[in-house]
T-cell receptor, first 112, second 110 residues
């Protein structure tokens, strides 16, 4: 079955630590996205990638980094520079930008 | 650039109808609608492209008025399974960033 997989489901970060959230898709989609969702809030765009080896900042990219070395994978690193990282992180993909998004099941990140 | 949704929350009895609105200050190329259940990922409902079309899926339909830069989602004869948070997402063109509204929480009661 094709889909988009995020791991881990829950993640805890210590002060000053970088953590990486995994996102893998086997839908052969070109575009991938990372969104952050705070309780009771909408989804805010962190980074997006339209094609391999290319990515663009969203509205809240500070304190985050990404890479897109393979079409299937779009990992997100939450760096120590992100002072308020506690949130629900959603990865999504689409065949091309503008087409319907398929979401992963999300990663809940909390600070210890 | 984030679209504005209204209302923020709706409580319905089973069988009642609801309308959720989504408006943007920028010209739109497309509008998407998604539903998210608590603790789960958003699920795609429908997409409307520039052209003023109306789409439907069983008792859920939507319209897109590009002149007014707004879209509305219509839920008819609501069922318990309709409960969740509804998000609209908008894009200015097919290559640009995609923005979501802050969501409308729908609670359907028996």
């Amino acid at each position: 079955d094709g889909g988009i997989t995020q791991s881990p489901k829950y993640l805890f970060r210590k002060e000053g630590q970088n953590v990486t959230l995994s996102c893998e898709q086997n839908l052969n989609h070109d575009a991938m996205y990372w969104y952050r969702q705070d309780p009771g809030q909408g989804l805010r765009l962190i980074y997006y990638s339209q094609i391999v080896n290319d990515f663009q900042k969203g509205d809240i990219a500070e304190g985050y980094s990404v890479s897109r070395e393979k079409k299937e994978s779009f990992p997100l690193t939450v760096t120590s520079a992100q002072k308020n990282p506690t949130a629900f992180y959603l990865c999504a993909s689409s065949k091309e930008t503008g087409e319907k998004l398929f979401f992963g099941s999300g990663t809940q990140l909390s600070v210890l | 650039q984030q679209p504005v949704q209204s209302p923020q929350a709706v409580i319905l009895r089973e069988g009642e109808d609801a309308v959720i609105n989504c408006s943007s200050s920028k010209a739109l190329y497309s509008v998407h609608w998604y539903r998210q259940k608590h603790g789960e990922a958003p699920v795609f409902l429908m997409i409307l492209l520039k052209g003023g079309e109306q789409k439907g899926h069983e008792k859920i339909s939507a319209s897109f008025n590009e002149k007014k830069q707004q879209s509305s989602l219509y839920l008819t004869a609501s069922q318990l399974s309709y409960s969740g948070t509804y998000f609209c997402g908008t894009a200015k063109d097919n290559f640009n960033k995609f923005y979501f509204g802050s969501g409308t929480k729908l609670n359907v009661k028996p």
